[in-house]
């Protein structure tokens, strides 16, 4: 059982930046893929990032560029630093793990909310 905890959204001006932090408590932290999930109001929730135990990383087209996705095994920790940030990426970010071997994330944070806006 892994269970996840987000920090760090808010509100933010359109080319500002923000660190979201996702704390994960539980066994297995190191060997799970990590991701950042996305939802903005009507629309679909969608990818923005993982980073596999050997810590490749992923984007989707849409951050390429501005946001970089890290983490810190020794702290069970991962981020999500937010450059650029347009209005466009407004949304509930949520923090996610998932065990090899499944095809999905198991593990789901509460989400927090990133509101980008002059």
């Known amino acids: 059982q892994v269970q996840l905890v987000e920090s760090g959204g808010g509100l933010v001006q359109p080319g500002g930046s923000l660190r979201l932090s996702c704390a994960a408590s539980?066994?297995?932290?190191?060997?799970?893929?990590m991701g950042w999930y996305r939802q903005a109001p009507g629309k679909e929730r969608e990818l923005v990032a993982t980073?596999?135990?050997?810590?490749?990383?992923k984007y989707a087209d849409s951050v390429k560029g501005r946001f970089t996705i890290s983490k810190d095994n020794a702290k069970s920790t991962v981020y999500l630093q937010m450059n650029s940030l347009k209005p466009e990426d407004t949304a509930v970010y949520y923090c996610?793990?998932?065990?090899?071997?499944?095809?999905?994330?198991?593990?789901w944070g509460q989400g927090t909310q990133v509101t980008v806006s002059s």
């Open positions: 996610t793990a998932k065990p090899p071997g499944m095809s999905v994330p198991v593990y």
């Open positions: 539980g066994s297995g932290f190191s060997i799970n893929t």
């Open positions: 980073i596999s135990s050997g810590g490749s990383t």
